[in-house]
């Protein structure tokens, strides 16, 4: 079935500098790639998405690449804050027969350091 | 904009008895609302997807008599968890989307069945 596989599953930074996640998908039919920031105890928020016919998209301090030849897509965050520090998950969603479907990625908690 | 509710956040209820959660959209109409189940310091599990005036669709190993879905309109979803078990506690967290790719999630409900 449909998988998304996201590492690491922990990474911890000094503040100021990048982080960056990885997410690899398994099928070939996705076409929408969130990324959503939880922090403890809250509710997932969206921070930032691309789509299949967009190699690369910016947003302030958070960048996300995509690589569809290679089924990759990643998060960048430069100059990392305290506030940073949270759980963030990807996913990748296609619109199948029935419906749009999302499958989320197993998570990373982030930890910058002040 | 794009806010949405979930009641109760919390609740704990007798095993055997049954518990109703609530998904609302706020200030949107919602044709889609997503259902999952996030155990701790894990990913998010799609449980079901649910269009508003239609039967909800049931991911595979997820009990559609168990996890009762109702969509009755473009605001509302409501999850009844029946007969519930211990195995059953978790957290459980709805989405609401216009347009089925962007999600908007509520702030999810901790439910303990003892």
């Known amino acids: 079935g449909e998988n998304v596989e996201q590492h690491p599953s922990t990474l911890s930074v000094q503040e100021g500098d990048s982080a960056v996640i990885k997410c690899t998908y398994s099928d070939s039919a996705s076409n929408y790639f969130p990324w959503y920031k939880q922090e403890l105890g809250k509710r997932p928020q969206l921070i930032i998405d691309?789509?299949?016919?967009?190699g690369e998209k910016k947003d302030q301090r958070i960048a996300v690449t995509l690589n569809k030849t290679a089924k990759h897509f990643s998060l960048h965050i430069t100059e990392t804050q305290p506030e940073d520090s949270a759980v963030y998950f990807c996913a990748a969603s296609n619109r199948n027969t029935g419906g749009f479907k999302t499958i989320f990625g197993a998570g990373t908690r982030l930890f910058v350091k002040a | 904009g794009a806010v949405v509710s979930q009641h109760p956040s919390r609740v704990i209820c007798k095993s055997g008895t049954s518990v109703k959660i609530e998904c609302r959209s706020l200030d949107f109409q919602a044709t889609t609302m997503f259902w999952y189940r996030q155990f701790p310091k894990q990913s998010l599990m799609l449980m079901a997807t649910s269009n508003e005036g239609s039967k909800a669709t049931y991911e595979q190993g997820v009990e559609k008599d168990k996890f009762l879905i109702n969509h009755a309109s473009l605001t509302l979803s409501t999850l009844t968890v029946t007969s519930a078990h211990p195995e059953d506690s978790s957290f459980y967290i709805c989405?609401?989307?216009?347009?089925?790719?962007?999600?908007?999630f509520g702030p999810g409900t901790r439910l303990l069945v003892l």
């Open positions: 989405s609401a989307s216009h347009n089925q790719e962007t999600q908007y």
């Open positions: 691309i789509r299949s016919n967009v």
